[in-house]
């Protein structure tokens, strides 16, 4: 079985990049088994393998980690949940693509615990909220926030690093970056949306949710 594991407080960063590695090994070694880490990072801000050093609009403001994970500039800190990803994407079918579909699904149906429509967009990393609630764009189109950030590395087709749900971190916090090099769209969580959702609340949905879209554990 999949095993699963909440840590307490704020977990450092570059502890946890060094426990999924070597996590992320024994699987692949057959000398573990798969796992989903739960956890919160203080304020920094992290750099994917795309990352543009223009994004980075206030590297003095918070710490920040080169990251060997996909993607572009993204925020981690207090009021976010982190869910990291050690599975085996190898017996899962060797399809990264679908791999990266089903952690998109897996955000969308824990955010439809909440009653929360999440989207996914061409050309965007993510899974995205419209703000029907918002004035719209000028262009006459609805405004769109980033409720969840997706990143993924793979060693040996075992999967690590993984997704981030805002709940209710400090949105202010991202403003020293151009989170995943998108300018022209904001950032929300759930609290940001008005839905009273605690930590343990987006812990439990995480969980009840997985196993529908990744199948049977173990």
């Known amino acids: 079985m999949v095993e699963w594991r909440i840590s307490d407080g704020l977990t450092d960063y570059d502890e946890a990049v060094a426990f999924m590695e070597a996590r992320a090994t024994a699987i692949a ?9 739960l956890v919160e990072h203080p ?6 393998t795309s990352a543009k ?27 976010q949940r982190v869910a990291y990803v050690m599975l085996d994407v190898g017996k899962r079918g060797h399809d990264v693509r679908k791999f990266v579909q089903q952690l998109e699904e897996w955000v969308i149906a824990t955010l439809a615990e909440f009653n929360l429509k999440g989207e996914i967009r061409e050309g965007r990393v993510g899974v995205w909220i419209t703000r029907d609630d918002k004035p719209l764009n000028v262009d006459g189109s609805k405004r769109e926030d980033k409720i969840a950030a997706i990143g993924i ?7 690590f690093h ?20 998108i300018k022209e769209h904001g950032v929300t969580s759930l609290i940001d949306l008005g839905l009273p959702v605690t930590m343990d609340d987006v812990d439990v949905a995480l969980r009840r949710s997985f196993e529908d879209v990744f199948g049977p554990c173990g």
Not at 43 to 48: C, D
Not at 57 to 74: A, H, L, N
């Open 29 to 37: 070694n057959g000398e573990a088994g798969e796992l989903i880490w």
């Open 162 to 181: 993984g997704i981030a749900i805002n709940v209710e971190p400090d949105l202010s916090h991202f403003d020293g970056i151009v989170p995943c090099g």
């Open 53 to 79: 050093p223009a994004d980075l609009t206030d590297p003095d403001r918070f710490p920040v980690y080169e990251s060997k994970r996909g993607g572009q500039y993204t925020y981690h800190g207090p009021g």
């Open 153 to 159: 590395r793979l060693r040996k087709w075992v999967s």
């Open 43 to 48: 304020p920094l801000y992290t750099a994917g």
